[in-house]
């Protein structure tokens, strides 16, 4: 590390659906060498100015010696990869040196003990932050929400909306107002933070050592079922009369979701996952208890249509 900034950064999966949004903005700031983690069998491509580390995920010495020499290490991994290989890469990037490590949680308030204890993310939140605790490096979280987009366009078991069929479930009265950020706002937001000086240089002004060991609440959105399905209309030039409306009471559909799971139904995971964060107790607001750090790093929120406008041209 060199004048309190962050010269090197490694990237985890960097061809995947949030760090191809991540390493772009982060190549825009010029400020950083960038080097993708990837397989040594990997036939993944990325952009020009992006090194390129082959590893063995198998011997920790090939990733120790892969992240050498970098000061923050950005984990990001499929859903199905196996267990044990996050605290595998945690524990190599703590042996190379690295002090700072963004583990693969991206997602609701890691503060929110409630929602952590009854929430089928929950154990994955626990479990990436103390997968970096242990090795001893430190970590930032990233606190984002759902990606609005890609959830938007997911489907019902989703945020509830099924867009093609032109079919919306609302939880509850869907009025309960959740923080959402686009993969964009999150790679905007990693490049920004990553732009600060390491340590306190002016004490007016922020430093990444603000977020050491804490998450990082950012947002594009506090919005409601309500408010998208607005949205899609405005956009769409429909009408509710154009839908089907349909209401769920969040609770049984998220315990129904739960019973799903038991019975081997992978696909229930989602809609378990996502009814939760809708509860109207406020669970998925956590702008309003914690604050977002969107001004601190200089990035805006975004504008709900046009967010919108970003999943209606992904629509075949």
């Given at each position: 590390?060199?004048?309190?900034r ?12 949030l760090?191809?949004r991540?390493?772009p903005e ?5 400020q950083?060498?960038?080097?993708a ?9 990325f ?5 390129v580390?082959r ?13 050498k ?16 290989l996050?605290a595998?890469?945690?524990?190599a990037?703590a042996?190379?040196g690295?002090?700072y ?6 997602g ?16 994955v939140?626990?479990?990436g ?6 090795s001893g490096?430190?970590?930032i979280?990233?606190?984002?929400g ?7 366009l ?5 945020l509830?909306?099924d ?10 009265d ?9 993969l964009?706002?999150?790679g905007?937001?990693i490049?920004?933070?990553l732009?600060l000086?390491?340590?306190?240089e ?7 050592e603000?977020?050491?060991?804490k ?7 506090l ?16 009408s ?8 769920e009471?969040s ?6 979701a ?8 992978f ?8 009814t ?11 702008e309003?208890?914690r ?6 790093l200089?990035?805006e929120k ?15």
């Open positions: 590390m060199s004048n309190n962050v010269k090197k950064v490694a990237v985890v999966g960097a061809s995947g659906r760090a191809s991540i390493v982060l190549l825009k700031t010029g950083h060498t960038i080097t983690i990837s397989r040594h069998d990997s036939t993944a491509t952009p020009d100015g992006v090194q580390a590893v063995d995920y198998e011997k920790e010495e090939s990733l120790v010696e892969a992240l020499g970098h000061d923050f290490l950005i984990i990001t991994l499929g859903a199905r990869v196996p267990p044990t996050h595998s890469i945690c524990n990037g042996k190379a690295i002090p490590i963004m583990p693969n949680v991206y609701y308030d890691i503060l929110n003990d409630g929602l952590n204890d009854d929430f089928v993310y929950g154990p939140t626990k479990q932050v103390k997968d970096v605790e242990t490096a430190n970590y979280v990233l606190c984002c759902f990606w609005y987009e890609w959830s938007l997911a489907g019902e078991n989703f509830g909306f867009i093609d069929n032109k079919k919306a479930v609302f939880f509850d869907g009025k309960a107002r959740i923080n959402s950020s686009t964009t706002q999150c905007r937001a490049a920004a933070l732009s000086p390491i340590t306190k002016d004490p007016s002004k922020p430093a990444i603000d977020w050491k060991n998450g990082l609440y950012i947002s594009s959105l919005v409601s079922q309500r408010d998208i399905l607005d949205s899609l209309n405005r956009v769409l030039g429909t509710d009369s154009d839908w089907t409306i349909t209401h009471n609770k049984e559909r998220t315990e129904s739960l019973e799903e799971i038991k019975k081997g139904n696909f229930a995971f989602a809609k378990a996952l996502y939760r964060v809708f509860y109207p107790n406020g669970d998925g607001d956590y309003s208890t604050g977002v750090a969107n001004e601190l200089g990035i975004e504008d709900l249509d046009e967010c919108t406008k970003l999943v209606l041209v992904s629509l075949p």
